[in-house]
């Protein structure tokens, strides 16, 4: 009996140890998971998003479902990427240092080592391009504009890196806007209504001005956020450019622009009432305006950045409702 015991306490100590040590991993993934998920920002992919469903709603009945979701895989990896490679980029130059409190980073907070980024980084970039090589077999048989959106796609790789990357990152030089502008705005929109539609139809510029507008609306907001560390590093946004109240001023600008395009697109293009839904988005809008204009804290005013994105989003979607109902 006492070496059946002895094998048992044997057996139970070696089990009890196991345990532990799985149980020790198990909240080791958790914690890693957890780390970069916060890292991906997934705040942001709402405004990504409202571009592809944009260009997938002015689609029409030519919609393509493909298409759609491919469309949806690769701005969410270009997204993913372009936060990753902005950790990583503002960590290297100085903006996200020590004396940034609000919405820390992965990098400057060491919770990620800089060369974990860097390979999440490369991992993003392969993954964007794999699911862009996807979407453009589905979507394109004619080689010459193969080309044309497989050149975009690079440069919208390349464009998601060099934000702060490298050694004149065109972000520290306030080219944010522009850039975000061009690929949230116009690539995305106009591209992926052509990818659906294989034709171009310039009045749709108008809505793709207003995903424009409102996304970098959204980079502005975090740009006002960050405007005495950035100021500090050198990174010339167009905050630190203009000033508070200025930068205040061009906010508004951005916001009511966005609302415009829309109206006036709506108006050329009016058949029912229901086209207007969109405008039920409108007060969300000017509450981020006003938002940015009053609060001065800076841990106050960050979670606008998540208010906008969704309100773009939001904004989106009752127009592509307001699109579909009319023509029930």
Partial sequence: MAIIKNIFDKYRADFYILHKI?????????????????????????????????????????????????????????????????????????????????????????????????????????????SGMALLVVAIQNL??????????????????????????????????????????????????????????FQIFMPAFTCGFFATAVLNVNNIRDIETDQKAGKISIPVRLGREKAVIYHWFLLVSGMLCTVIYTFLHFESVWQFLFILSFPLILKNGFAVQNIKDSAKLDPYLKQMAISTLLFVLSFGAGMWIRLL
């Fill in 144 to 201: 010459a504009t193969f080309l044309f959106f497989l050149t975009l796609g690079i440069f919208a790789i390349f464009a998601a890196i060099a934000y702060t990357n490298g050694k004149r990152p065109y972000g520290y030089a306030g080219l944010g806007d522009i850039s975000v502008m061009i690929f949230f705005g116009w690539v995305a929109v106009f591209g992926t209504y052509f990818l659906h539609t294989q034709s171009i139809d």
């Fill in 22 to 130: 799985n149980q020790n991993y198990l909240f080791y993934m958790i914690r890693q998971i957890t780390l970069w998920l916060s890292a991906f920002r997934l705040r942001t992919l709402p405004l990504s998003l409202a571009s592809i469903l944009m260009g997938s709603f002015l689609a029409n009945r030519l919609l393509d479902w493909r298409i759609f979701t491919l469309s949806i895989l690769t701005t969410i990896f270009l997204q993913i990427l372009s936060n990753l490679a902005n950790d990583y980029g503002d960590s290297i130059h100085g903006a996200d240092s020590s004396e940034r409190k609000v919405a820390q980073r992965a990098v400057q907070s060491g919770k990620i080592t800089a060369e974990q980024m860097k390979k999440a980084v490369i991992l993003f970039a392969i993954l964007s391009f794999l």
